[in-house]
């Protein structure tokens, strides 16, 4: 059983940056692809961004490519999502996720495919 606890959110104006953190215990964390979903105000939830096992492979959504970065440090059981020239579309409540995969340089970009989820930090832009 994996738990997964999100920080860093908060409120930044337009052309700002945060850093998300989620950081994960109970389960051996270099087994589980990672990624980050986010979810606006009537809207329903979509997917952001997602990292490997290892690390060596990412992939994003077109909407924040080139302005949102995802990584992890497995020695620390936390992954990381950079947020660079944020806008206020990108107000949401942003959630991490874990599935564990056998191959190292898997992505899983299907919200149904996800076994563990955190309970999302708040990030807030104003324009």
């Known amino acids: 059983q994996v738990q997964l606890v999100e920080s860093g959110g908060g409120l930044v104006q337009a052309g700002g940056s945060l850093r998300l953190s989620c950081a994960a215990s109970?389960?051996?964390?270099?087994?589980?692809?990672m990624c980050w979903f986010r979810q606006a105000p009537g809207k329903e939830r979509e997917f952001v961004a997602a990292i490997s096992r290892s690390g060596t492979n990412t992939y994003q959504t077109d909407s924040v490519k080139g302005r949102f970065t995802i990584s992890r440090d497995n020695a620390k059981n936390t992954v990381y999502l950079q947020m660079d020239s944020l806008t206020p579309e990108d107000t949401a409540v942003y959630y991490c996720?874990?599935?564990?995969?056998?191959?190292?340089?898997?992505?899983?970009?299907?919200?149904?495919?996800?076994?563990?989820w955190g309970q999302g930090t708040q990030v807030t832009v104003s324009s």
């Open positions: 109970g389960g051996t964390f270099s087994r589980y692809a």
């Open positions: 996720a874990a599935k564990a995969v056998p191959a190292p340089r898997d992505i899983v970009t299907m919200e149904y495919e996800y076994n563990y």
